[in-house]
């Protein structure tokens, strides 16, 4: 199992840009979680899903977007990068209490 | 809404010293808690988690954690520490039940002195 994973590993954006990063779990977990990562601040959940075609807001919504269109699969936009937006993007999966993370996208916008 | 305290943010060691780090949490009702570790340049791993039963946790690489209701505390120990033990740990909270979202600290950063 490659549990789970994300792509691309690294991006560089400029100011306004869009982008789509994807996250892809082999476990058949339903719940799957997208976080931020900035240093001193720990993760921050930014938006969450409970099964296919579900999504909901987290802490920090404002900016992205997610789509669940397929269980193993959950997508975060970023309709107009912003600098603000520089972070490491994890991903997360879970079919009970315990998460299982991505190895991480560190995404620079400048 | 529930918050989780990590009164450690920097924490410098030499090897075989002994390690606790502090975690508290604010929600009063049924928790889970767990202790993530993020080595450098690496995603996060489960490294020990309580959801019931004996509140003295063992986790892998020699750690455990003492659950102790009263003090809404979880604190993560380790007698003698590596120098592979540099890593970011982190505490999380979630309840039992629903999407299990949960609550992270804000991480304390261990380094460890060969």
């Known amino acids: 199992n490659a549990g789970v994973t994300q792509t691309p590993k690294f991006r560089v954006l400029k100011t306004g840009q869009s982008m789509t990063l994807l996250c892809a779990q082999d476990?058949?977990?339903?719940?799957m979680y997208w976080y931020r990562q900035d240093p001193g601040m720990g993760l921050r959940l930014i938006h969450y899903?409970?099964?296919?075609?579900?999504?909901a807001k987290g802490e920090v919504p404002d900016g992205y977007n997610v789509s669940r269109l397929k269980k193993q699969n959950f997508l975060l936009g970023l309709e107009s990068a912003a600098p603000s937006q520089t972070s490491v993007y994890f991903c997360?999966?879970?079919?009970?209490?315990?998460?299982?993370f991505g190895p991480g996208t560190r995404l620079t916008v400048l | 809404a529930q918050s989780v305290s990590q009164h450690n943010h920097h924490v410098i060691l030499s090897e075989a010293a002994s390690l606790e780090l502090g975690c508290n949490y604010s929600?009063?009702?049924?928790?889970?808690l767990f202790w993530y570790v993020q080595y450098p340049g690496q995603h996060l791993q489960l490294l020990l988690k309580?959801?019931?039963?004996?509140?003295l946790v063992k986790g892998i690489k020699g750690f455990e954690a003492e659950f102790i209701k009263s003090k809404f505390s979880f604190n993560l120990r380790k007698p003698s520490v590596q120098w592979s033990d540099t890593a970011e740990y982190f505490c999380?909270?979630?309840?039992?039940?629903?999407?299990?979202?949960?609550?992270f600290g804000r991480g304390t950063s261990l380094i460890v002195h060969p």
């Open positions: 999380a909270v979630n309840r039992p039940g629903g999407s299990y979202i949960p609550t």
């Open positions: 476990m058949n977990h339903e719940y």
């Open positions: 997360a999966s879970s079919y009970g209490p315990t998460q299982y």
């Open positions: 929600y009063g009702g049924t928790v889970n």
């Open positions: 899903s409970v099964g296919e075609g579900t999504t």
């Open positions: 309580y959801f019931s039963g004996d509140p």
